[in-house]
């Protein structure tokens, strides 16, 4: 599917206002109310767009740590079963399968290093014959690039490893970021009534939630396929400076196919995923970092994803 000027408009349009009203986008666009509820609802029914779902300062919340892990098995057959387990602990937030080099990978955010550390020792210790490999990913920064895929020239980042102080909860905050972590575009009469509070003290809460920095704004999840691109991350071992991590972040903001970036604490030293239409986009992009990092790379090694993330819970231990 092609998304038209149009398609983009409202695309754009939900990313900055994920709150806004039907009515409000029609203002703003200055389309037909039913013309925006047909393409959204095309957009849904279509599986081009799978959900559109909350972004969250983790820190805000007490998680400071936030990982990535990609997974070789030795046991193929063991694949659902340890994915199983995976996507059931408090911690992951994403899953995926891997095309090449691994079977899976999984996102999480723990509260500590500590939390992480004991959470892969008994990982490794529960599937130790099923894995060959079991790399973890521990970045010293990370930033993700919304709405690319739609052809938008919006390139603000959201960052991924904020440092900012815990914020102060309560039960009803919880459950309304609950909420919105399954779906940002929830009505507030929905949100309060599941709930049970008033739509009013609804609606004043999620505006402190915004106010707070607790939620950042909403993300798109696209369905890759349908929409025509293939995933990959660059794995990239190199020699790497502040300034070149300056340049690769300018790099991957204005690049059309970057979806994010992470700077690691070891190799590989430097993920970036890409989106894109065919092998011709990959190796043109693929000359351009090459380019771009001169005598400092190393090796650049390609993971395939069957789909950016398949299961997502971005708020796993509420």
């Not at 900012?164 to 929905?190: A, C, H, P, Q, Y």
């Not at 009534?193 to 106010?211: A, D, F, G, M, W």
């Not at 690691?264 to 011709?280: A, G, L, N, T, Y």
Request: charged share 30%; with cysteine.
């Amino acid at each position: 599917m092609e998304f038209d000027v149009r398609d983009r408009q409202i695309i754009e349009a939900i990313y900055h206002n994920w709150r806004a009203s039907t009515s409000k986008l029609s203002r703003d666009l200055r389309m037909s109310r039913r013309k925006i509820e047909y393409r959204i609802q095309n957009y849904f029914s279509s599986g081009i767009i799978r959900t559109i779902f909350s972004v969250f300062n983790y820190s805000t919340l007490g998680f400071n740590c936030p990982a990535y892990i990609f997974i070789r098995l030795s046991r193929k057959k063991d694949f659902e079963m340890v994915g199983k387990f995976l996507t059931e602990s408090k911690r992951c937030t994403s899953f995926g399968k891997a095309l090449t080099e691994y079977d899976l990978f999984s996102n999480f955010i723990f509260q500590d290093r500590k939390e992480m550390k004991e959470f892969v020792k008994k990982f490794q210790n529960y599937f130790g014959k099923s894995l060959a490999e079991v790399l973890l990913i521990e970045p010293k920064y990370a930033e993700f690039y919304p709405l690319k895929i739609a052809g938008s020239s919006l390139r603000d980042p959201y960052l991924l490893t904020l440092k900012d102080k815990k914020v102060s909860l309560d039960d009803l905050d919880l459950k309304i970021i609950k909420e919105l972590g399954k779906n940002s575009r929830k009505s507030i009469v929905e949100i309060a009534e599941n709930s049970k509070i008033l739509p009013e003290t609804c609606l004043y809460r999620i505006k402190e939630l915004v106010r707070k920095k607790v939620i950042l704004g909403s993300r798109v999840q696209f369905d890759l396929r349908k929409a025509g691109y293939f995933a990959t991350c660059l794995f990239v071992n190199a020699t790497m400076s502040n300034d070149l991590t300056l340049k690769l972040g300018k790099f991957c903001r204005t690049s059309t196919n970057a979806n994010y970036l992470i700077i690691s604490k070891k190799d590989p030293q430097v993920i970036i995923q890409v989106f894109h239409r065919d092998e011709e986009t990959l190796s043109k992009l693929l000359g351009e970092l090459s380019l771009l990092l001169g005598d400092n790379l190393g090796k650049i090694t390609l993971v395939k994803l069957e789909d950016d993330i398949d299961v997502i819970n971005p708020v796993p231990f509420i």
